[in-house]
């Protein structure tokens, strides 16, 4: 691996889902020779993070979704259960997925998804173009320096992955990478539970369900024990469904604030983008109370318009359909929301609203509910845990905050959610810590979750000014997706979220990169006549194709039939009269409009490749 700075260099923190996306579109776009540099503190989140690692995810966590919205690409909505079913290698699964056929409404172990990204990553870094190369690093990004343009990144405990540190078992000092670009896509941060301060240590508490401690404790329980499980939606159900599995005897308490509990998908489930009325929203501002009750009330319209005009939905999921629908319609909604407001309404609304949006596959749902029905095994209690307590005989006693009452439940096995942190001034790690300290990151002004970012995902910092050569990718881009998408509920961190983040940091780093772009040129489109008009949109779809392509070969074809397209749209803007513009500037204007095309929200992944004209031939250039 080479580190000479004398070629452009990229650098992303965080080798997760996001930073695995972007490290992959950044391999596919790139025309000239860069460097994309993957840095992972924890070595087991490689190419996973902490919501798909096998050591924390048992072959009995599925994803919630169905396997056919799982791939990382959004042109092409097949492409994780083709590799699931013809690609992946099944050495070592259990009998009940090793010969199991992966169907697109059907379920699929999570654990599988750190192999799919690390294929994908690798195959981009073999097709990837002359001179553009991958190098995954493990170590913690602990601060970052803005000089110049450059971005100088601080990493503790560098070491190239499978390999041992510079310094052998010692500490070896922090190595500083300059980049031209940083990307920051550390995933979700984890709260600090203040209810649970004095057992976070106790053998009989379980912090983090999503490890491999937290799994080997899970699953070490005595089948009669009982279980007290903090939390009543997906994480909740992933270690209840895990017990049960196993085959667990004892009683089983579930409790959240809400009470509110996951629904079910239909077995045949597919994703749908209707077209719903807009929501009649508009008017004076009247309060938090008037604005829910408004919304309850338009809601119930848009359900109604569902069930009339849509009769083949099934009633489960209308509400993920109308909440898609909503989404173009709630910024201008938001922007008249007092602050304060807006943070309590997202505060008291949250968990209705991820389960308005999102439901999970009965594969975990279905033994769950079972367990949940009459006087089961498993009790639900909406009450907030206050404390946590170790009761002197190796249990511990929850004392829970009902809407009538407070109780004490007792339980050999404590479990918590993941307690996701949104508000990045409380999130603990080194990295944040000095972003904010040093104003290069802000906390979202609007909402109080994640860090302000412009619309193509640039980092600032106070008054709203760009902090460098920085973009955010995922969970830090909560708020931003809130206001500036509707994307509401865990949507606006969520997979769907990442694959459009990865495209668009990934174009816009590139573009403010490489040669063959001009940013500065302004806007070169603005007078266009018929033909050049023409022109030009057959050059955003040729760029979406080379964007799309996987292969460098076709990426590189595209690209020629690209810049010969380009010049047909110099030639018609001189025909039209027009001023001449360079190249540069007009591959800028495509590639920002490709990008667009690629990102488009107004259909579903399945009707997107179609739109876009992926599988027809392109035809000759005229």
Request: include cysteine.
């Amino acid at each position: 691996m080479q580190w000479s700075d004398r070629s452009r260099r990229v650098v992303i923190v965080g080798a997760g889902l996001g930073g695995t996306a972007t490290a992959v579109r950044l391999l596919q776009f790139a025309r000239e020779p860069m460097q994309v540099v993957l840095i992972e503190r924890r070595p087991e989140h490689r190419s996973a993070g902490v919501a798909y690692h096998p050591a924390g995810n048992p072959w009995h966590h599925v994803f919630n979704i169905q396997a056919g919205r799982m791939a990382m690409f959004r042109e092409d909505v097949d492409d994780f259960v083709n590799w699931a079913n013809t690609s992946a290698d099944r050495t070592g699964w259990p009998p009940e997925w090793r010969g199991f056929e992966f169907t697109e409404s059907g379920p699929a172990p999570r654990r599988i998804y750190a192999d799919y990204l690390a294929d994908r990553l690798a195959e981009a870094a073999r097709e990837a173009s002359e001179g553009v190369t991958l190098a995954e690093v493990d170590g913690e990004v602990v601060d970052v320096v803005v000089d110049a343009g450059d971005v100088r990144v601080v990493v503790e405990n560098f070491a190239l992955p499978h390999r041992p540190s510079p310094g052998g078992e010692a500490e070896s000092p922090p190595v500083t990478v300059r980049a031209d670009h940083l990307v920051i896509a550390t995933g979700l941060e984890q709260r600090a539970l203040a209810f649970a301060t004095e057992v976070l240590d106790h053998p009989s508490f379980v912090r983090n369900p999503y490890s491999a401690a937290g799994v080997e404790r899970v699953l070490g329980v005595r089948p009669d024990a009982v279980v007290a499980i903090i939390g009543t939606l997906l994480t909740g159900y992933d270690s209840a469904a895990l017990l049960l599995r196993r085959g667990h005897t004892g009683k089983i308490h579930m409790v959240s604030r809400s009470g509110l509990t996951v629904r079910t998908y239909p077995p045949d489930h597919r994703h749908e983008v209707l077209d719903l009325p807009a929501p009649r929203l508009r008017g004076d501002y009247e309060g938090p109370g008037h604005l829910v009750q408004r919304v309850k009330s338009e809601w119930e319209r848009a359900c109604a318009v569902v069930a009339e005009v849509y009769p083949g939905v099934a009633p489960v999921v209308v509400t993920e359909r109308v909440a898609k629908s909503w989404e173009p319609h709630l910024p201008e909604l938001l922007q008249r929301v007092p602050t304060a407001d807006l943070r309590a309404l997202l505060d008291e609304h949250g968990s209705a609203l991820a389960t308005l949006r999102v439901s999970a596959v009965a594969y975990t749902t279905q033994m769950v509910d079972v367990a949940m029905s009459g006087d089961g095994q498993i009790a639900v209690t909406t009450g907030k845990v206050s404390q946590i307590d170790g009761s002197g005989n190796g249990t511990l006693v929850l004392t829970v905050s009902t809407p009538d009452s407070t109780r004490a439940i007792e339980a050999d096995l404590v479990i918590s959610n993941f307690g996701r942190e949104p508000d990045y001034q409380r999130a603990g790690e080194p990295f944040w810590a000095n972003l904010l300290r040093k104003g290069l990151a802000v906390p979202h002004q609007r909402t109080g979750r994640g860090v302000e970012v412009d619309g193509t995902g640039v980092l600032l910092g106070p008054g709203g000014v760009p902090s460098g050569p920085i973009s955010v990718v995922g969970g830090p881009r909560e708020g931003d997706e809130i206001v500036r998408h509707g994307r509401i509920g865990a949507f606006s961190f969520n997979l769907a979220a990442i694959k459009n983040h990865s495209v668009g940091v990934a174009a816009n780093v590139l573009r403010g990169l490489e040669s063959c772009y001009d940013a500065k040129a302004g806007d070169v489109t603005a007078n266009f006549g018929a033909p050049a008009r023409e022109a030009f949109a057959r050059s955003v779809s040729l760029d979406v194709r080379r964007m799309a392509a996987r292969r460098r070969r076709d990426r590189e074809e595209s690209a020629l039939r690209l810049d010969e397209s380009v010049v047909t749209v110099c030639d018609a803007m001189a025909r039209d009269g027009q001023v001449p513009t360079t190249a540069d500037a007009l591959r800028f204007a495509v590639n920002t409009a490709a990008t667009v095309r690629l990102n488009d929200l107004s259909v579903t992944p399945r009707d997107l490749r179609s739109l876009l004209g992926l599988d027809e031939p392109t035809g000759p250039i005229g």
